[in-house]
């Protein structure tokens, strides 16, 4: 791995992570940062579930495609390759610190990067409307938080290439 991985954590990884992943690639690839990886999953995901029909349609609005977009779960090797774990809610920061322990140095949520508590709602089973509050928020929090996801992400790249 050439530059910092970062993955984005909802629930079934079918509604707000895989947006989260398309604008937050967007945005590190308008930032000269093609290189940087950044993928999703979900804490309770089951292989291969596309993304939600709103999510899908709004992120194509925005000219991003994530039709390709497919569900997979959080797992040891997936926390093991990646440098930050951008999580939509304190239940998953939660989760995952007690799951891996080792890796709790680098699991926050999205709001934490903008100094902010609390969760990202679910829109999942909702109505566009509540789609495009979701997409509207995750846009913001990660175009405000992108210093610190960089800062964050770069600094605990570099720890891991020297632990090995």
Not at 27 to 48: I, N, Q
Not at 58 to 79: F, K, N, W, Y
Not at 83 to 108: F, N
Not at 123 to 129: D, K, L, T
């Amino acid at each position: 791995m050439t530059a910092p991985h970062i993955l984005v954590v909802c629930t079934a990884n079918i509604c707000r992570s895989p947006v989260a992943e398309a604008l937050l690639q967007d945005k590190l690839h308008a930032a000269g940062l093609a290189s940087w990886t950044v993928t999703s999953a979900g804490t309770w995901a089951v292989e291969g579930n596309a993304a939600s029909r709103f999510s899908v349609l709004l992120m194509e609005e925005q000219g991003l495609d994530i039709q390709a977009h497919r569900s997979q779960p959080v797992t040891d090797q997936r926390m093991a390759q990646t440098d930050l774990v951008l999580c939509m809610e304190t239940e998953h920061v939660r989760t995952l610190q007690r799951d891996y322990p080792s890796h709790q140095h680098k699991i926050y949520t999205l709001r934490q990067m903008v100094e902010k508590r609390g969760s990202v709602r679910d829109p999942y089973g909702g109505s566009r409307r509540q789609y495009e509050r979701m997409v509207a928020e995750v846009d913001e929090l990660i175009e405000q938080g992108l210093p610190r996801i960089r800062a964050l992400a770069q600094e605990n790249f570099q720890k891991r290439g020297r632990d090995g």
